[in-house]
């Protein structure tokens, strides 16, 4: 563990093993619950076929992509550009802030255009060639570069590709397993390159090419491939840390009770017309990392994720940790009840990916996090599914199906 990674008031511990051994043990008894929940077998209920409306599909998805882009020139144009931007970025993420509601509606445009590509391509056979998909999705990766890339938001990208490869699976035509599988290894290698950027913007490029650079960064940052695994993907140290700092007997802390529940879905209603709306585990957060009161006493705020188990522990402590993941497993369950109850070329599979990412993210993100997800990434696709599509009658249901 990377001691200098935690700036709490009270020391971490000194030896972490006992307490990443506690921690696993409650993460390992956990999938067991999941596995069960979750592999139950599944049985597909009826439901009404949502057509593709294709001429209203396009229009109202050329006029969302329209908006979207108008969004982004006119963020772009208040910071003085894209390397104003990244100046921007470079200063500190707070410096986006009320912008939120501006970025959520530009960076819905390249998945906007892969789902309008994919309402076309299923009367033109030359879209669905392989040259114009990969073209397609090449130009896809560039255009979420540009679009929520440039300020370190390695989910933006990672989880983008994942809904947009989705949709060319789903809607297009299948890609092979051995593809997918053989995908992950650069996907890791990418979220390990691109933390090096989210950590020291454009300088933090040097480390791909310089190893001194490399190595520089990673003293300054910690962001070594070991975090990369232990710490972006599996939270193990937040974790581990979480349950040392909850049972010190200074820390005197308090369980949030599912409070930070509350604060996430809180979220949807915008601050100036909820003034005084619950806050999200920041404040548990801080309050355990940084020392009991911090929050109240100080400006000060923890930016620490702690996904399922960890949140779990703010919450109701060490033995909230199995029944999170019990929950997570009926959770995924309905999921896959649904998603196996839609026909195919039904328009609600074009989210279908996105869904699938959003179970996905449970696992290592919080409540919070994943509340801001869904309405930065789901809110005009989402609406674009609604207005682009006709609900079939149910005799002609039969008729889709075949």
Known sequence: MWNGYWLAVIAPPRDWRPWLGIMATLNCAGLVLYRWAHGKQVLPVPR??????????????????????????????????????????ERGIDNFRGYGFVLTIAESL??????????????????????????????????????????GSRANLVWGL??????????????????????????VAFMY????????????LDAISSESAREEQIENTGRSAEF??????????????????????RMRYEWALGRTYA????????????????????????????????????????SKVHGLAGEAVLNFGMWSVPVSFLLLGLLIHRYRQFAASLLPGDCRVLLLPFLSTFCFLVLSMDSDVLAFYVFKQGLLPILLVLVGSQRARPKAMVTAAT
């Open 263 to 302: 604060g996430a879905l809180a979220l949807f209603v915008p601050a100036r017309i909820w003034p005084s709306r619950p806050d999200t585990k920041v404040r548990e957060s801080t309050n355990v990392v940084f020392g009991p009161n911090t929050y109240e006493r100080t400006e000060f705020r923890s």
């Open 228 to 249: 990369t695994l232990l710490g972006d993907l599996a939270r193990a140290d937040v974790q581990a840390y979480i349950l040392y700092a909850t049972a010190h007997p």
């Open 110 to 151: 390249p998945i906007l255009l892969v789902m309008i590509y994919a309402a076309i391509a299923q009367t033109r056979p030359l879209l669905r060639a392989w040259g114009p998909l990969l073209i397609m999705l090449v130009c896809y990766f560039g255009l979420r570069l540009i679009f929520g890339g440039l300020a």
């Open 162 to 187: 994942f809904w947009a490869v989705g949709i060319v699976h789903m809607m297009i035509r299948p890609l092979s397993r051995r593809w997918l599988v053989a995908a992950i290894p650069l996907l």
């Open 48 to 89: 009404p076929f949502w057509k593709i409306d294709r001429t209203r599909f396009i229009l109202f998805g050329a006029f969302f992509a329209a908006v979207a882009l108008t969004a982004q020139i006119l963020v772009f144009a208040q910071f003085g550009g894209i390397s104003g931007y990244i100046d921007t970025f």
């Open 193 to 204: 390159v691109y933390g090096f950027y989210k950590a020291g913007g454009r300088r933090g």
